[in-house]
């Protein structure tokens, strides 16, 4: 296999992975806030509960993987078995029966929301273990993850940005159904065709209180999952408020939230090679740090829009510095995984990426708080009962809670630092 087609097939299920996952986190808000009158509060609620489910189960399902041992991989079984339960559930999830409403409305998108979840990080922990597994080099690295970033911008223009008018003309369930079997094809595509590492017979087996003894005490493991916990909940809720924003903020039809997703995702498209090239010359940690300030500041143009036009501006700002942020993000998480091989002669990067990746999702406590404090400052309890203000509880979801967040992931950068070194291989 060469490099090229090698770098492909793997990449490629970054597009496969994101698209079920952006549907679910984007729109539940306005599906079942703004739609069947769900409360912001019962909203927040959800987020909260699933976080500390999250944090129970991502441990337990890194060390399962990094334990596997089967004919086919480490990997690949946890992958062709969880795609299909993560569509199944993420259908659903958009599918409630018509009779449902109250408590039963709320207890059915709570269980369903952590079920698509949970499988979401399942397939998303065994994915991001193969990346630092198959590419050993930074320049290997470099060229795959920005070529996989690259396969997730353009599952994010459909699966976010063009949703309004794929929703406008199929309904929730139908375009659910759509991404959710595309999304499931291309998984099962990298699944089948990416070869993993091949583990030798006297390779050791990591153990579950071992690893999370080290994690506990690796410093550089809580300070990259910290930043990365505030970068993801500043990006989370811009995906969230954004129809809300266009909706009550702009005023315009929700259709247009589209022209605002395309701004961000396309931008982002055209400059993930640009921040590649940045981190070449000038190094992993330099640019890391300048992409998460740039996202930062991206925000305040977009404070002051208050048109299509000025807003589609201030969005195009953020899609920069989100592309520098997605281009970095998961070097430096290889980073991790690295040094830890290195200094234990173990490979578990099941369980790092799975820590890591509960790590990221502790920006449910973030976007659940900012949900609660728009219920408490304005008011705004459902799309039935928006309160008086809900341009400006809008403008604050989308670009006041987020600058705040993005400053704080900012000042967590200065605290991380790596030597360049090679790759480790476990001694056998």
């Known amino acids: 296999m060469t490099d090229r087609l090698k770098s492909f097939n793997y990449a490629v299920g970054m597009f496969g992975t994101s698209i079920p996952i952006n549907m679910l986190k984007t729109y539940a808000a306005i ?9 912001t509060v019962q909203l927040a609620t959800i987020l909260l509960i699933y976080t500390f489910v999250d944090a129970i189960d991502n441990p337990v399902y890194g060390f399962l993987s990094d334990r596997t041992r089967t004919r086919w991989g480490r990997r690949r079984p946890w992958l062709v078995i969880g795609t299909p339960l993560l569509i199944l559930c993420f259908i659903a999830f958009y599918a409630p029966p018509a009779f449902l409403s109250g408590d039963g409305l709320f207890g059915y998108a709570l269980l369903l929301y952590i079920l698509a979840g949970t499988l979401d990080s399942v397939i998303n922990a065994n994915y991001g273990a193969l990346f630092p597994e198959l590419f ?9 993850n920005a070529l996989r970033q690259a396969f997730q911008l353009v599952a994010m223009i459909i699966s976010i940005a063009l949703t309004p008018v794929v929703t406008d003309a199929l309904g929730y369930t139908t375009t659910a159904i759509v991404y959710g079997v595309l999304g499931g094809a291309v998984i099962l595509y990298m699944a089948l065709s990416s070869r993993e590492v ?4 006297d390779e050791p087996t990591p153990s579950l209180l071992g690893s999370l003894r080290d994690l506990a005490v690796n410093r550089k493991f809580w300070l990259v999952g910290i930043a990365n916990a505030f970068y993801s909940a500043a990006m989370s809720l811009v995906l ?6 266009v909706k009550y903020t702009l005023q315009i039809p929700n259709s247009q939230s589209t022209i605002l997703f395309a701004a961000v995702l396309l931008i982002a498209i055209a400059c993930v090679a640009i921040w590649a090239r940045l981190v ?4 992993l940690i330099t640019v890391w740090r300048t992409a998460l300030a740039a996202l930062a500041l991206a925000y305040i143009p977009l404070y002051f829009a208050n048109s299509l036009a ?6 195009a700002l953020v899609g920069f510095g989100f592309a520098g942020a997605i281009t970095t993000m998961d070097l430096i998480g290889a980073k991790v995984m690295d040094e830890d091989t290195r200094r234990h002669n173990v490979r578990r990067e099941g369980i790092i990426s799975n820590a890591l990746g509960f790590m990221n999702r502790l920006n449910g406590l973030f976007t659940s708080a900012a949900f609660y404090l728009v219920f408490v400052l304005f008011g705004f309890e459902s799309g039935d009962n928006p309160g008086a203000q809900p341009d400006q509880a809008a403008r604050f979801l989308l670009t006041v809670a987020p600058p705040v967040l993005m400053v704080i992931s900012f000042g967590f950068s200065f605290l991380i630092n790596f030597q360049e070194e090679r790759p480790p291989s476990v001694e056998h």
Do not use: E, K, M
Request: glycine share 14%; no cysteine.
């Open 198 to 201: 091949g583990i030798a017979a």
């Open 310 to 315: 000025t807003a589609a501006i201030g969005s």
């Open 31 to 39: 599906f079942y806030v703004d739609g069947l009158g769900l409360t």
């Open 240 to 245: 969230v408020a954004l129809p809300f924003f």
């Open 136 to 144: 050993r080099t930074d320049a290997s690295r470099a060229a795959t």
């Open 280 to 283: 070449r010359r000038f190094g």
